[in-house]
């Protein structure tokens, strides 16, 4: 894939993903949530310019190191969501002022990076975006999952709490 074509697999990925995360919506943990990630992550992989050869070890510590902030990230991004257990016994999450505050530190982060490796006169493929977005939705949603499973059953429907 093009360079172009990464930024905007990714950028309409983000909004999307995004735009869901500040809606109330059923948890379905049950889903197979590392499927995007899995597909995210087989593309970006399969580009041969994802670490800049010229460079290769440079390119290489701002690749694991924009996989570290996307992992600290996307943790963070699972905790400030708000979860709760509905009358029906669902689990349903909603993204709080935190969470976008996450994702802004998330860009500012990945734009630092940029600006490192761009100082450095290394070439920094697209798809180190979307592998990191790739690891960021994954470890979002163990997270949340593992999050949704310690939530108190909701109680029955007609019996005082």
Same mark, same amino acid.
């Given at each position: ?26 948890? #379905?943990?049950e ?10 992550g ?9 670490? #800049? ?22 943790t963070? $991004?699972? $905790?400030?969501?708000?979860? $709760? ?7 349903? %999450?909603?993204?709080t002022?935190?969470?976008? %505050? ?12 940029y ?19 790739a ?27």
């Amino acid at each position: 894939m093009t360079a172009l074509a990464n930024l905007l697999v990714i950028a309409v990925v983000a909004a999307l993903v995004v735009r869901r995360q500040m809606r109330a919506q059923r948890l #379905d943990t049950e889903r197979r949530f590392w499927l995007l990630p899995l597909v995210l992550g087989a593309l970006a992989l399969r580009d041969p310019q994802l670490v #800049d050869h010229r460079h290769t070890a440079l390119s290489a510590a701002l690749l694991a190191a924009g996989l570290v902030a996307v992992v600290g990230m996307g943790t963070a $991004w699972g $905790w400030t969501v708000r979860l $709760w257990r509905s009358a029906d016994g669902s689990v349903v %999450a909603r993204g709080t002022r935190a969470t976008v %505050a996450a994702w802004g530190g998330m860009i500012a982060v990945r734009l630092g990076l940029y600006g490192i490796g761009a100082a450095l006169h290394v070439r920094q493929s697209g798809s180190s975006l979307m592998l990191g977005m790739a690891v960021l939705l994954l470890v979002r949603s163990l997270v949340l999952n593992r999050r949704a499973r310690t939530l108190e059953p909701a109680p029955p429907v007609g019996v005082p709490h």
